[in-house]
């Protein structure tokens, strides 16, 4: 259910594997706000699919996915256009390229028609962020509401590596907790005064005609708060109180917290800092904080509408739903989030439920993988799990390193371990890559 790159891959891995396909659209019955063709795989926001090279997490998914017979990595490559270090595509083409191989193949129905119940037996739903009414409600009367989130609140991600270390301290407030868990940036009066000036004056991303945008009192953007007044942010994610400047010995005037993303201490996430600002300008005006002036982002900030469910819960480790058995999720449905993170869980969803229904055994594919890293992220439960692209801090660290390496080194050195894990594992569960 759902023709999207979740839908359309996992439908393409199935029908490859010799399982006869039902894929049920929506469109051109109906459509969301969003969509504004009838093509399958439409591309509604950009058409990147981001960093090209296997140095960049979602390069070495790309490159992952194509050695296991995508669909949606074949016709991306086929309607590529110059786009410098990314892979972007032409949108009309590419919708176009997976329309017509899905068309083609034997094993593949399509059905248009809109689906308002989970279903009994067999099934993928990989119907997105902007899954219809009803289909939601009754995933909320079969998990409950408390595990499904329709407002996405994400504070960006920032390298371990980017950050300025002589200007910044580790501290957890009142020295409660484990101090290695947070990193503190203070700020003193005029930066403080010069920051929320900025924020404030900030380009956002316009809400879109059909997004109603309801904001949580406990998931504020950080433009919001500031708005509400000059010390509002004081008193809320960029609170300083209990937090003791070892250079001053002082409480800060304001400062805003790093904690820790990941177990390997690769990544830092900013506390309470969701947002609405564009991409460039949040570069901008975080690059105000100390010690983050140069920090590379691995996620930007957002708050918008995206259905998801909380996956470590509701979902095995299979992408399958506990409280529906033989229903599968795939998509950002699950809790991932962009283009190509979708299709790739489109693709294991379809060799899940492949492997299902030939009752054979299947073993996920290796933590040092992208695909490894995507589906653990979906498994690690949290209190405040989230959608999130791939990344470097969702892979083991490396083994045996005796000195530094440069970050594209260490980047290279992940990608070469990831493929070379990656091919025993296909021998292993029979996985080929598909003639596409």
């Given at each position: 259910?759902?023709g999207g790159?979740?839908?359309?891959?996992?439908a393409?891995?199935?029908?490859s594997?010799?399982?006869?396909?039902?894929?049920?659209?929506?469109?051109?019955?109906a459509?969301t706000p969003?969509?504004?063709?009838?093509?399958?795989?439409?591309?509604?926001c950009?058409?990147s699919?981001?960093?090209?090279?296997?140095?960049?997490?979602v390069?070495?998914?790309k490159e992952?996915m194509?050695r296991?017979?995508?669909?949606?990595?074949?016709c991306?490559?086929?309607?590529?256009?110059?786009?410098?270090?990314?892979?972007?595509?032409?949108r009309?083409?590419?919708?176009a390229?997976?329309?017509?191989?899905?068309?083609?193949?034997?094993?593949?129905s399509?059905?248009?028609v809109?689906?308002?119940?989970?279903p009994?037996?067999?099934?993928i739903i990989?119907?997105?962020?902007?899954?219809?009414?009803?289909?939601?409600?009754?995933?909320v009367?079969?998990?409950?509401s408390?595990?499904m989130?329709?407002?996405?609140?994400i504070?960006?991600?920032?390298s371990?590596?980017?950050?300025?270390?002589?200007?910044?301290?580790?501290a957890?407030?009142?020295?409660?907790?484990?101090?290695?868990?947070?990193?503190?940036?203070?700020m003193?009066?005029?930066?403080y005064?010069?920051?929320?000036?900025a924020v404030v004056g900030?380009?956002?991303?316009?809400?879109?005609?059909?997004?109603e945008i309801?904001y949580?009192?406990?998931?504020?953007?950080?433009?919001?708060?500031?708005?509400?007044?000059?010390?509002?942010l004081?008193?809320?994610?960029?609170?300083p109180?209990?937090?003791?400047d070892?250079?001053?010995?002082?409480?800060?005037?304001?400062?805003?917290?790093?904690?820790?993303?990941?177990?390997?201490?690769?990544?830092y996430?900013?506390?309470g800092?969701q947002?609405?600002?564009t991409?460039?300008?949040?570069?901008?005006?975080?690059?105000?904080?100390?010690?983050l002036?140069?920090a590379?982002?691995?996620?930007?900030?957002?708050?918008?509408?995206?259905?998801?469910?909380?996956?470590?819960?509701?979902?095995t480790?299979?992408l399958?739903?506990k409280?529906?058995?033989?229903?599968?999720?795939?998509?950002?449905?699950?809790?991932?989030e962009?283009y190509?993170?979708s299709?790739a869980?489109?693709l294991?969803?379809?060799l899940?439920?492949?492997?299902?229904?030939h009752?054979?055994?299947?073993?996920?594919?290796?933590?040092?993988t992208?695909?490894?890293?995507l589906?653990?992220?979906?498994?690690?439960d949290?209190?405040d799990?989230?959608?999130?692209?791939?990344?470097?801090?969702?892979v083991p660290?490396?083994?045996?390193?005796?000195?530094k390496?440069?970050?594209?080194?260490?980047?290279?050195?992940?990608?070469?371990?990831?493929?070379?894990?990656?091919?025993?594992?296909?021998?292993?569960?029979?996985?080929?890559?598909?003639?596409?």
């Open positions: 259910m759902g790159l979740a839908g359309c891959e996992a393409w891995q199935l029908a594997r010799g399982i006869e396909v039902v894929l049920r659209e929506q469109k051109p019955i459509r969003a969509q504004v063709t009838d093509h399958l795989c439409e591309l509604v950009s058409n699919f981001r960093g090209a090279a296997i140095t960049n997490a390069g070495l998914l992952e194509r296991m017979g995508s669909l949606i990595m074949a991306a490559d086929e309607t590529a256009v110059p786009a410098g270090g990314a892979l972007a595509v032409d009309e083409r590419f919708s390229a997976v329309t017509s191989r899905l068309d083609a193949h034997p094993l593949i399509r059905e248009s809109v689906v308002d119940q989970i009994n037996g067999f099934a990989a119907t997105g962020p902007l899954t219809a009414d009803a289909l939601a409600q009754a995933l009367e079969r998990v409950g408390e595990h989130a329709y407002y996405d609140a504070s960006p991600v920032v371990a590596d980017s950050i300025q270390w002589d200007k910044v301290f580790k957890s407030r009142y020295d409660k907790g484990d101090d290695d868990a947070y990193v503190n940036c203070p003193n009066r005029e930066q005064a010069a920051f929320v000036e900030s380009k956002k991303v316009p809400a879109r005609s059909f997004e309801r949580f009192e406990g998931c504020l953007p950080i433009e919001v708060m500031a708005e509400r007044g000059v010390d509002t004081r008193y809320g994610p960029m609170k109180v209990g937090l003791t070892p250079k001053t010995g002082r409480w800060p005037y304001a400062c805003v917290q790093l904690r820790l993303e990941d177990v390997a201490g690769t990544a996430n900013i506390v800092f947002t609405r600002m991409w460039p300008e949040q570069a901008r005006v975080l690059a105000m904080i100390p010690g002036e140069t590379e982002y691995l996620r930007f900030g957002s708050v918008h509408r995206n259905t998801f469910v909380h996956a470590p819960k509701l979902l480790p299979w399958e739903l409280s529906a058995p033989g229903v599968y999720l795939a998509g950002q449905i699950t809790g991932v962009g190509l993170e299709a869980s489109g294991m969803a379809g899940f439920l492949s492997q299902r229904i009752d054979e055994s299947f073993d996920p594919p290796p933590a040092t992208a695909l490894g890293a589906l653990r992220h979906l498994w690690t949290r209190k799990f989230q959608p999130s692209n791939v990344n470097w801090s969702m660290p490396l083994e045996g390193l005796t000195r390496v440069a970050k594209r080194d260490k980047y290279e050195l992940y990608a070469a371990r990831a493929l070379e894990d990656l091919a025993p594992w296909t021998q292993r569960q029979r996985v080929e890559a598909t003639s596409v």
